[in-house]
């Protein structure tokens, strides 16, 4: 088939371009947050699904015989955004997963600190507590992650963000051997970026996001008597 090839897998990326949107991306997810990751997975999961849909169909009509360029291109469409909602809906249930993660552990901990001695039959191969120990924390600390999703995005962004930032700082100054002979002190230089950067990433995410809360309550309570 003679269609125009669609691969990101096959792009050769300059670290010279590398590396400072790398820095750029960091600091977009830095200070901007939920409203940055939520577009970023959609395009993600746009050009994953295009890649993948393009190699499969493309395949599936060479083995039928079938030579229909629109037809590939309508699928890939199709798929790349099926895939970037889909990223989305994985999004947000992506924390609710993570609280039955942390409250199932520590449910876990529980049981084996004291609950083992209680026994409450076996289902399903394991023991009825270790179940009711894994399922009920679980649920619990998911809906309570689930419910402050956005608090947990700050919270997560400020601290992911300016490690994408220090990648390229540090390829920087080891390409100009800044502080070469002082390993520590370039260690506590990048600590202190990172705590600066995370610190204020997190203080202007929840600044914006309670004036945009105290915004919306002044909106729906306020009333103009005429």
Not at 199 to 205: E, H, L, T
Request: charged share 15%; glycine share 8%; aromatic share 16%.
């Amino acid at each position: 088939m003679n269609c125009t090839k669609i691969d990101i897998f096959d792009l050769q990326i300059n670290e010279n371009y590398l590396y400072p949107f790398l820095g750029l991306f960091g600091l977009c997810m830095t200070y901007f947050g939920n409203k940055f990751i939520k577009p970023t997975l959609f395009i993600s999961g746009t050009i994953v699904s295009s890649t993948s849909s393009f190699k499969l169909t493309e395949f599936v009509l060479k083995e039928l015989k079938y030579d229909n360029c629109n037809i590939l291109y309508i699928v890939m469409l199709l798929c790349s955004l099926s895939g970037g909602f889909l990223f989305l809906k994985l999004y947000n249930y992506m924390n609710f997963f993570i609280g039955f993660g942390v409250g199932s552990s520590l449910g876990y901990m529980v049981y084996t600190l004291w609950l083992h001695h209680y026994s409450l039959g076996v289902h399903f191969i394991l023991d009825t507590m270790l179940w009711i120990n894994l399922l009920i924390p679980g649920f619990i600390s998911g809906l309570i992650v689930h419910k402050k999703e956005k608090e947990l995005s700050m919270l997560l962004t400020s601290i992911i963000g300016p490690i994408m930032i220090i990648i390229p700082l540090q390829e920087l100054f080891e390409k100009k051997n800044f502080l070469d002979d002082y390993h520590l002190l370039q260690d506590i230089v990048y600590l202190f970026i990172y705590g600066i950067l995370s610190a204020s990433g997190f203080y202007i995410q929840y600044k914006r996001e309670k004036n945009k809360r105290q915004i919306n309550y002044l909106n729906n309570n306020f009333q103009v008597a005429i």
